[in-house]
C-alpha cells in the first residue's frame, strides 16, 4: 500500500542500539569471569581475532555509555555475561560480576537510556558444556537460576528483558557462529533436543519474570527472515512455508503459543529428530508467555522446490543470513532482486516491514527489532570513518519501519547493530557494524580509540527529531 501521509514514530519510541557482552566488552578472564564455550571455541578462521580484549567496553564503559548519551539513545541493548554472574554456570555467584552490571545499568539510567537486557547471547558457561550443556535438563535449571539472580540484582532497574538471542542461529548455524561447544557435530536428534531444552528454559524463565517483576516485560529474541517463493509456482510457495515454519515460525510459535507449529514438528518426525518430551514440559511451555517478540533482520530468504539432489544446496551458505538449501526439502535460491553486501548477505529493506507485517498480523504483539545493521570494512582517514553506506542501509530499513507503522504494526523500538564496533560472531574485528569506530585491527591493540563515524551524527539528528529527518 502506498500512503498519501504516513503516521510519525511513537513519541515514546526507543531509539536505541545493540552490542553483545563477549563481542565487546573484552575481560574475558577478569574479576572472576569463568570461560565460556565461545572462549573455549575454535570456529575462527585464521588470522581473525579472538575475544579476549574486543572492544574493551569492560574498561571503557563510562566513555562508551557518555558516548551513547551524546547519540541520543533512548535506549541500549546489551547483554549479560552469564560467566561474570556465575562463573561456573550454576555453582557460586561472583560479585564482583554482579557489580559490574549494576555500574553500567546505572550509568545508562543516569544518562537516561532505557537498558534492554539479553539474559544469554551465545555464551553458555563452559563448564555447563562440560557437563552437557544444552543436551542435560539439569542447564534448564542452572539458567532459570541464573535468570531469578538476574531479576532479584537488577529488576528494580531494568524494565526490558530479552531470554535468549537466536535460539534459532543456534540450533541452525552453531558451527559458524561457535555455540555448539563439545556436542560440535552432534546429530540432529541431539540438537533438537537442546533446542526443546532451551524452550523449557526460556519458558521457566518468562513465567518467573512475570512473578517477580509485575512491572517488567519480557520477550524472545530470534533471528527473523521472510521467506520469499521462487517463484509463483504453488510447489515453491509450498517449499517456502516449509522452510518459513523450520527456521522461523518453531522458534515464535513455541515462545508465544507454548506449542510446536505442526509443520516443523512434521520436518522432525519424518527424520526422527522429535525430541524427548516429558510429562510435564507441555504445561510450562504453556505457562511462559512473552508481552513482545524482539528480532533481529538482516535480510530475507529465497527458496524453491527441492530438486531432490545437490542442486538444491547453495555451497557459499553457512552463516546465519545466507540461505542453505536442504536436499529434499527446500532449495536454496540467490534472489535477483536483491544487491548483497560484502560479505554475501542480500539487502532488502522492504522484507522487513514484510516481515514486521507477517509477525503482527500472526502474533498482535509488540515488536522490536533488537539487531539491523550494515557489516563493512570500515576505513579510518584523517580521524574519521566516511560510512555513507550505512547510512544508506539504515535509512533505508527505518524507511520501511515508517511505513510499517503506518500500516498499523505495533512497533516500540528499533536497536541497529551496532552501538560501536565489535567482534564480528566469525569474521574478526574487520566487519565493522558501529556508530562509533573502535581504532584496532585483527592483530593490533593499537590505542583502541574511540572515533565518531558520520552515520553517528546522521542517527544523532534522526532521534533528536523522532524520525522525521528521515526523508528532508
Ligand atoms: C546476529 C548475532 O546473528 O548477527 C550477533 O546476534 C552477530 O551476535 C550479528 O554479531 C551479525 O553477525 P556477524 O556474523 O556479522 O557478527
Redesign the pocket.
Known sequence: MKFKTLKDFPSDFLWGAST?AY?VEGAWNEDGKGPSVIDTSMHRPEGVTDFTVASDHYHRYAEDVELFSELGLKAYRFSIAWTRIIPDGDGQVNEAGVAFYHRLIDELLAKGIEPIVTMY??DLPAALDDRGGWSERSTIDAFVRYARILFDEYGSKVRYWLTI??QN?MILHGRAIGTTGRSGDAPEKVIYQQNHHMFLAQARAMALCHDLLPEAKIGPAP?IVSVYPATCSPEDVIAADDWDAVRNLLYLDLAVRGSYHPLAWGYLSERGWEPEILDGDLEVLEAGRPDFIAF?YYSTQTVGASTGDSSDLQLRGG??QIVRGEVGFYRAVKNEHLPTNAFGWEIDPVGLRTTMRRLWDRYRLPLIIT?NGL?AFDELVDGRVHDDYRIDYLRRHIEQIHLAISDGVGIFGYCP?TAIDLI????GIS?RYGFVFVDRTEDELRELARVKKDSFFWYQELISSNGSTLNP
Open positions: 553483545s563481542q547471547h551465545f538471542n537466536e542461529m533471528n533481529n552463516d546465519q539487531e557489516g547493530w564480528s560472531t566469525h569474521q566487519k
